[in-house]
């Protein structure tokens, strides 16, 4: 007489597979909006390559130009502060660092940080 093995997983098995893939749908879903906000300040900051305010503007002007361009595009993340102007030798560099905290559960927090940096040719 053969003996057959039951085979496949267990309740508790499907349960954890189940908790495990509803975790990382969620972290995902938290997450994605950040990416996507992260790859519009990368557009809007080559965008900046081509534009004559950022080229002769003030640096007053040239943030203004930057945060209207980040409203345009829906960006909520980034303050004035945010945004560093300074000189380099090929022309201006424009960093801007910023973080990201979204709330996971309860007080736990997902929390992204970025640092952009985009040199601009003056001459």
Known sequence: MMMFRQRGMTTFG???????????????????????????????????QQ???????????????????FRIETITNINREDIYISNSPEGLQIEIEYEVRKGLVGNLDLVAHFKKVEKIATH
């Open 51 to 69: 534009d004559p305010v950022v080229r002769g503007g003030s640096y007053p002007d040239i943030v203004e130009r930057i945060m209207k361009q």
């Open 14 to 48: 499907w349960l954890l597979t189940f908790a495990l893939g509803g975790f990382f749908i969620t972290v995902g879903l938290k997450l994605l909006p950040v990416y996507i906000d992260s790859l519009k300040i990368d557009s809007v900051l080559s965008s900046l």
